[in-house]
């Protein structure tokens, strides 16, 4: 357990935060950017309305002005964090949309203008597994060649019921193709997964964790599942409302899904946090520090860590 630490720079899970620190020797901030990208569960290619706990935003809510170039973007993201973080370093994060989701010539434009930003030293895509043809893959590899690449896939749940219930329009096998494929072309992965789906119960969030582990992805990001005003699933809850998880179960399955997570993958994210006036449930998710030091202190009172029942035959 101590070299674990040690390695995690203290922390009981591999953050991502000390991974950039290792790799680039600094601050590593990542500039939240907006394409204007759709997706084609939302213009009718695969359906409509987009995945039911989508907002309007694509989930790009605190991403950048759409309106916007790329450069100017990142410059206005810069200004915004630099009171938070001081930084020298960037990577550019297209998180609104599906971001391969495009004529290849215009996607191939807006990657490279992100790259030619000072100081950037690497780029983030986030997108669908079913976005991603041979073309657009191969222009990937060539970013991956030259860069620090990360694609994320939004997975959710290896579950299929209940990606058909969250209007995800598309199956796990289909994941697992394209995930491959990207392994294949040895490009860094993220793998999003959300705890709190209705119709989920904690033995099928904790198959899903043991998936991912299995497969080990680049990385890995968590959340609770949110309920944004004015989604899909915002009307589901009002006329049929389901189970929301308290915050200490949340913490504790979060922490029973780390320790069985490799020790090699980047948990990027252990919760997340949408816009409070736009957030029905769960409210205990606004308090985003404390679900952070929650999930530190059930770590210290397990004397656990990441990957401590981590099983290779998973």
């Not at 409509?48 to 790009?60: A, D, I, K």
């Not at 694609?151 to 329009?169: F, M, P, S, W, Y």
């Not at 969030?205 to 599942?225: C, D, F, G, N, Y």
């Not at 308090?287 to 860590?305: A, L």
Request: with cysteine.
């Amino acid at each position: 357990m101590n070299n674990f630490i040690a390695r995690s720079g203290g922390k009981r899970y591999l953050t991502q935060n000390d991974y950039l620190r290792n790799r680039f020797g600094g601050k590593v901030i990542k500039l939240s950017l907006n394409a204007g990208l759709s997706c084609p569960n939302r213009d009718g290619s695969k359906g409509f309305g987009g995945c039911t706990y989508c907002s309007s935003e694509l989930s790009g809510d605190f991403s950048g002005n759409k309106k916007l170039s790329i450069t100017d973007q990142m410059t206005e993201q810069i200004t915004l964090l630099s009171e938070k973080w001081k930084s020298s370093m960037f990577i550019p994060y297209f998180q609104a949309g599906s971001n391969t989701y495009g004529e290849i010539s215009k996607l191939s434009d807006m990657f490279e203008e992100a790259l030619s930003f000072p100081d950037t030293v690497g780029l983030t895509i986030a997108t669908r597994a079913d976005c991603i043809s041979d073309d657009i893959l191969g222009l990937l590899k060539k970013l991956s060649d030259k860069t620090y690449l990360t694609v994320e896939l939004g997975l959710q749940t290896i579950h299929d019921i209940t990606a058909e219930k969250i209007n995800r329009c598309h199956k796990y096998n289909e994941f697992l193709e394209t995930y491959y494929r990207l392994q294949k072309c040895k490009i860094n992965t993220c793998i999003h997964i959300i705890n709190g789906l209705p119709g989920e119960d904690i033995p099928m969030m904790m198959q899903t964790a043991e998936e991912v582990s299995r497969i080990k992805p680049h990385s890995l990001k968590i959340h609770m599942l949110h309920i944004i005003k004015n989604t899909t699933l915002a009307s589901e809850y009002k006329n049929n409302p389901f189970y929301i998880m308290e915050k200490e179960e949340y913490i504790k399955l979060v922490c029973d899904q780390i320790e069985i997570m490799h020790p090699e993958i980047i948990i990027e994210r252990v919760t997340g946090d949408g816009r409070k006036s736009e957030l029905i449930a769960p409210l205990w998710t606004c308090d985003k520090k404390s679900v952070i030091n929650g999930i530190d202190n059930e770590f210290r009172r397990r004397n656990s860590f990441q990957g401590k029942k981590y099983k290779s035959s998973l």
